[in-house]
């Protein structure tokens, strides 16, 4: 099978079934194991704490002892059992636990595929955005997949629904992988410090930690401040939909788009994206404001994504992909989306406009890192290779 095909089939297993833990877990606490919403809360803090600490620690030990195919295969297999002891867990000390051992493991794909995807960019045997939309479309047909099946069987299904699309995950992760991935990673001299010690790096992982974890007020009140605007609930989830939409037919085709664009230009074009974005939705309380938005997705998140495995294939070698995915899922897409959406959700206590001002600022610092990257990476090219240090030429890919 073709690296293409494969690692499209990988992302597209992982987000069919994140398709349906994100938007419907917390309603399967409630409904079906008769939690509080508080206790529900709980679970899912616990569980999100924990996805931090897997993509930060578990996951670069991991890949230091085994290849990335074989990891990935007894990720998912593991998974699928741990989902299935959720069954017979009624209490709550049960179900924290299990959802403590799932969140080791479960996530890890959120580091682990981009870092299989970086390895096989780096050997020019796939184009990323391309494999990377079948992601978004896992997600959007488990979204409505799911919900079509919760209305005929009602919530409690959602255990069974879940466990189905991991089997799925399971049967499209046995699949051989290509062989650039069924190579174990050299350990000697890898360490996140020494990605630390690359200020170019440490600039691009800034920039899209901040730009990913400004997502946080639109993951957590889009849905509460349409309903504030006057929106009916049953088209808010169709007006969420034109983001994921945009992701996908973005992803399809950044890889023609942006084959030579550089990453400091790319990031300037998602930044300024991420602060229209969010001024749109604070200025105008109109629904047609909000879906003009919903296409500012393609480059607030996508390019934000592109941008940056665009900066680790052409500046850091490939020993050094799992701590590099590992910082950016545990930082961009757990830790600093937690606690923006504590500051979102206070600002959006005060006026639910509020929250979306607060991330369009916290975007606009932006621009200053994109100017220190810019210097930052136009002397590291002036400057021949002699004059680096160790540390740089360990670490750059040139």
């Known amino acids: 099978m073709k690296a293409q095909k494969w690692m499209s089939m990988q992302f597209f297993g992982f987000f069919f079934t994140f398709g349906i833990f994100v938007p419907y877990w917390s309603i399967w606490l409630v409904s079906d194991k008769n939690f509080t919403p508080d206790q529900a809360g709980i679970i899912i803090a616990t569980g999100l704490l924990t996805r931090a600490m897997t993509t930060f620690f578990l996951f670069p030990l991991a890949s230091q002892y085994m290849s990335l195919a074989r990891l990935n295969q007894r990720v998912v297999f593991l998974s699928v059992l741990l989902f299935a002891l959720l069954i017979p867990a009624n209490s709550f000390v049960m179900v924290i636990v299990t959802t403590f051992f799932i969140s080791l493991l479960y996530p890890m794909p959120l580091a682990m595929h981009e870092a299989m995807a970086s390895k096989l960019m780096k050997k020019e045997e796939i184009a990323y955005g391309r494999s990377r939309s079948y992601g978004s479309l896992g997600y959007i047909i488990a979204l409505l997949l799911t919900g079509v099946v919760i209305s005929i069987l009602g919530e409690k299904i959602i255990i069974y629904v879940m466990i189905v699309g991991m089997i799925i995950f399971a049967i499209l992760a046995s699949l051989r992988a290509p062989s650039t991935l069924q ?4 350990p000697s001299g890898m360490s996140v410090k020494k990605l630390f010690q690359s200020k170019s790096f440490v600039f691009v992982l800034l920039l899209c930690v901040i730009l990913q974890s400004a997502h946080a007020a639109y993951y957590s009140y889009a849905v509460l401040f349409l309903g504030d605007i006057g929106v009916q609930p049953e088209f808010i989830g169709f007006l969420l939909l034109i983001a994921v939409i945009a992701e996908i037919v973005f992803f399809f085709i950044s890889d023609s788009l942006f084959k030579k664009g550089q990453v400091t230009t790319l990031l300037t074009f998602s930044v300024t994206a991420s602060i229209v974005r969010w001024m749109l939705l604070f200025l105008f309380d109109h629904v047609m404001v909000f879906i003009v938005s919903q296409f500012l997705h393609a480059f607030t998140f996508g390019l934000t994504q592109v941008a940056f495995m665009k900066y680790l294939d052409s500046n850091i070698k490939n020993q050094f992909f799992s701590y590099a995915h590992g910082l ?32 369009a600022i916290i975007c606009m610092p932006c621009f200053i890192l994109i100017y220190l990257l810019k210097v930052t990476l136009k002397n590291h090219f002036d400057h021949s290779d002699h004059k680096k240090s160790a540390e740089e030429r360990q670490i750059h890919a040139n």
């Open 328 to 359: 950016y899922a545990a930082l961009g897409l757990s830790l600093g989306n937690g606690l923006l959406t504590i500051v979102s959700g206070y600002l959006f206590s005060i006026s639910p406009s509020y929250a979306f001002l607060g991330m």
């Open 183 to 186: 190579e174990k990673n050299d």
